[in-house]
């Protein structure tokens, strides 16, 4: 999952306790200071691991006047300042446009005034997010919150797990998995065509022992005339399954070579697994689906 932390700006901020802070303050400095990057697996459970798209800052502090919010590293010049801290509208865009990316998000509303927190909130709700909104003592009965608590999708038993912060992140966190990959599930398996058992198997199983994994793939991928079992896009891995009936004659053999050396040529990696392979030891394919994967994005590391 993706995952948007909403909330306040503060120096001392809520969010340095579910993240490591260099997390919050990194900046990619190959993009522009108008691009907010998605950390790869940030939050770690015991089976799955999470991304972060946003929000990213340095401080609530106002340079010369003009909010940063995070969206650059130092705006000490005014004309620079002007440029590039355009001001709430362009880090509203930058927001909602990390809304949009994030499937799950969470908010924490412990101090007034979190007006942008509900407008974040709002437009989670309005694009059908899976919503946990936390808010304290000080401001549980306010009439300002009470419209986005509303919003809140996942409910969750603050007495049983107590009032702090990583404590309440995790239960909401483990809620929001339940829906999520069950949907996600679902998903690959309406893109399935001609009823392909072999794929549905697939699916299965990566939902059964790895669920991680249909956060990575997405099956039927069009690439030009071709379309593609399962692909990890991100790192140009295809995963090919190689039922008998479709791929046993020469012909087919050689249109699936031909297939394989375009594919090479574009930078992409095939893998192929029989139909046999994957009825007999799913579990062993989604293994070594997963193994290819960390290669694949090891290599891409150290590139």
């Not at 006047?65 to 010049?77: E, L, M, Q, Y």
Request: net charge positive; aromatic share 10%.
């Amino acid at each position: 999952m993706k995952i948007y932390l909403a909330g306040k700006i503060s120096n001392s901020d809520w969010r340095q306790s579910l993240l490591p802070k260099h997390i919050l303050e990194r900046r990619d400095k190959t993009v522009s200071h108008w691009e907010w990057p998605t950390q790869h697996s940030v939050f770690k459970t015991e089976k799955t691991t999470h991304d972060y798209v946003g929000p990213y800052f340095m401080s609530a502090a106002m340079s010369d006047g003009f909010p940063t919010h995070g969206a650059v590293d130092d705006c000490t010049d005014r004309s620079h300042a002007m440029q590039l801290c355009g001001g709430q509208s362009k880090v509203a865009e930058l927001c909602f446009e990390a809304v949009t990316k994030a499937d799950f998000v969470f908010a924490w509303i412990d101090g007034s005034g979190a007006y942008g927190t509900c407008a974040e909130i709002g437009y989670a709700a309005a694009l059908g997010k899976q919503i946990y909104i936390h808010t304290s003592e000080a401001v549980e009965d306010s009439w300002e919150y009470w419209l986005p608590k509303t919003h809140s999708t996942i409910k969750i038993d603050r007495v049983a797990t107590g009032g702090g912060i990583r404590a309440v992140f995790a239960e909401a966190l483990a809620k929001a998995e339940k829906v999520y990959y069950p949907q996600r599930r679902d998903y690959l398996l309406s893109r399935i065509v001609d009823n392909s058992q072999i794929e549905r198997k697939l699916i299965n199983k990566m939902y059964e022992c790895n669920p991680q994994l249909l956060d990575l793939v997405i099956n039927q991928y069009p690439m030009g005339r071709y379309r593609l079992d399962f692909v990890v896009p991100k790192i140009k891995l295809c995963i090919e399954l190689d039922g008998h009936d479709s791929h046993k004659s020469k012909d087919a053999r050689t249109h699936d070579a031909f297939r394989d050396r375009t594919l090479t040529k574009q930078g992409w990696t095939t893998i192929r697994f029989t139909g046999s392979e994957v009825f007999r030891n799913p579990r062993k394919t989604c293994d070594e689906i997963a193994e290819h994967i960390n290669r694949k994005r090891l290599f891409a590391n150290i590139a």
